[in-house]
């Protein structure tokens, strides 16, 4: 049950940073899940873990990280185009 609560919370993090950008994910839920998880992963390391946490991510470092990820391959994908 701790996995599905992971995914959740980690898609639920992606799509907010995507509103926060106004910019979306490519790939719909999974794109948001993903950009949830890898931008978990990324603010944790970049600013360790601070305020509240859930789902096992902290919201703050998680949605900071995201927002750098989707800033990332917004980037990318638009040097592509």
Do not use: T
Request: aromatic share 12%; no cysteine.
């Amino acid at each position: 049950m701790g996995w599905l609560w992971s995914l959740i919370v980690g898609g639920v993090i992606g799509w907010l940073a995507g509103v926060i950008l106004g910019r979306d994910i490519p790939g719909g839920v999974i794109g948001n899940i993903v950009a949830g998880f890898l931008g978990s992963w990324i603010g944790n390391n970049l600013l360790s873990g601070f305020g509240p946490e859930m789902g096992g991510f902290f919201i703050i470092p998680s949605l900071i990280g995201a927002i750098i990820l989707i800033l990332i391959v917004s980037f990318v994908l638009k040097r592509r185009a």
